[in-house]
């Protein structure tokens, strides 16, 4: 299997590093249970503006959910249909878009349902598992085939299971799947003190 422990510049916890978006994905392998309860868990204990806890999870095991696995694979791009199929778990990914408390506009849905989705991909990668988020899907689609409410925004849909080889995937995409993982450096986004004051600590 590729390793695609990123190359940090300083140490990081290994469920960071060992995080990564695959697109190949081991079809005969299912996600135990126990391990898709341990990923939604992570998500659960997510911080959340007033501690709203915005995040819903349309969750679809192909084995289990069939109809509701084909349902979101219908939405997602040609692009991510391309690979995603193999995935053994497909989830949309949904924050509302207002408050429980008080029914008024949470700016901070995306960011916190965010939160959520990164602890369930950092769990998913301590269980040996991967997740990959996309933005590639029909969104306003996924809302009529499965009926999300209004005041519910499908923001990204997310593939879960155990990563396969990259030679398992079409050429262009195993490419992608061998390439070189890149991030901007730390002093490129940190701004010590000021706006454009930028520095590494
Ligand atoms: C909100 C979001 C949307 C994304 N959309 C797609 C997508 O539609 N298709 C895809 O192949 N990857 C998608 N990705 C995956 C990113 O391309 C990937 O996270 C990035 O290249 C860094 O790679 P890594 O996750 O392996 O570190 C998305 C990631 C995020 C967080």
New binding site residues.
């Given amino acids: 299997m590729t390793d695609?422990t990123?190359p940090t510049a300083h140490p990081i916890a290994d469920l960071f590093a060992a995080?990564?978006?695959p697109?190949s994905y081991d079809e005969a392998r299912a996600v135990p249970d126990a391990a898709l309860a341990q990923v939604l868990e992570a998500a659960r204990w997510a911080a959340s503006c007033f501690n709203d806890q915005p995040w819903n999870y349309v969750v679809a095991r192909r084995d289990k959910e069939a109809e509701g696995y084909a349902k979101l694979f219908a939405c997602l791009?040609a692009?991510?249909q391309g690979w995603a199929g193999k995935a053994p778990v497909l989830i949309l990914a949904v924050a509302r878009t207002t408050f429980a408390h008080n029914g008024n506009p949470n700016r901070h849905a995306g960011h916190d349902l965010?939160q959520a989705s990164a602890n369930l991909a950092a769990q998913a990668a301590a269980l040996g598992l991967q997740a990959?988020?996309?933005?590639?899907?029909d969104a306003a689609k996924a809302r009529e085939t499965l009926a999300i409410p209004e005041g519910f925004d499908p923001l990204?849909m997310i593939t879960l299971g155990y990563p396969g080889p990259a030679e398992a995937l079409p050429e262009a995409l195993a490419s992608r799947e061998t390439a070189p993982?890149v991030r901007r450096a730390v002093a490129d986004f940190t701004h010590l003190g000021a706006w454009g004051a930028n520095g590494a600590p």
């Fill in positions: 695609r990123a995080r990564w978006s697109r791009s692009n991510n965010g990959h988020q996309m933005a590639g899907f990204v993982r």
